[in-house]
């Protein structure tokens, strides 16, 4: 009966580590924006361009190691976007790195006149709401509030990060999507449809200019 309750304990003790195994690879990692294969002068797989106003200013760029998406806007409005299928249930986390060159002067996602963003990663959801994380120039970090005026329009403002004390520095994102979604419109989100990648400095007649690398959906919040 001893070696009975010995072995029984090793084999469960095994099953523990098998599971748990099992738990690691089991992780989702959805990579919509991927560097791996990138070649220089052509736009990432799935990828297009759509353009608000004014002329797209789009890069593919290899400094070293580093391969990344740089986005240039003078006086323009224009993004990137993909169309995604994915279950926020099961990979609540968007990440990605970004980087900041030139904030538009004067920019604020809270006044329309100035409604100018660096760098803005939107999200768009079956039910047609929007959750959009922005570099501002002026709105403080942390904000989140609903960034449009215009009836029957959903989008919702989250605030990533503010002004220029962190500009030229590569910075990773880890966002609860599904949290975001919940705490912007009351109840719990549907699966997303597309992303964007979006600069624009045209209500304030300045220039802006943003970086991205790598960006997925996750079920962990890692980086």
Sequence with gaps: MVVGGSLRRVLL???????????????????????????????PDGWQIKVTHGSPEIATVQEGRDKYLDLKSHGSSYGLERGVDVDP?????????????????????RRSK??????????????????????????????????????????????????????????????????????AYGHPAPRVKGIRLQINSQHTGTSAESCFGEIAFRSTPQS
């Excluded at 099953?15 to 220089?40: E, K, M």
């Excluded at 249930?89 to 996602?109: C, E, I, N, R, S």
């Excluded at 220029?164 to 705490?183: C, I, P």
Aim: net charge negative.
């Design 114 to 183: 100035v409604d100018d963003q660096a760098a803005q990663v939107l999200v768009a959801f079956a039910d047609k709401r929007v959750l959009s994380y922005i570099w501002d120039t002026s709105a403080p970090q942390g904000a989140m509030e609903s960034a449009s005026s215009i009836p029957l329009v959903h989008i919702y403002a989250v605030v990533c990060r503010s002004g220029s004390a962190e500009l030229n520095r590569w910075l990773t994102e880890v966002h609860n999507l599904a949290g975001d979604y919940q705490k």
């Design 89 to 109: 249930h099961d990979a609540p986390y968007l990440t990605w790195k970004w980087k900041v060159k030139q904030l538009p002067a004067g920019g604020d996602f």
């Design 13 to 43: 003790l095994l099953f523990s580590f098998a599971f748990a195994s099992l738990a690691v690879t089991a992780q989702i990692s959805l990579i919509v924006l991927s560097t791996l294969n990138w070649q220089p002068g052509h736009l």
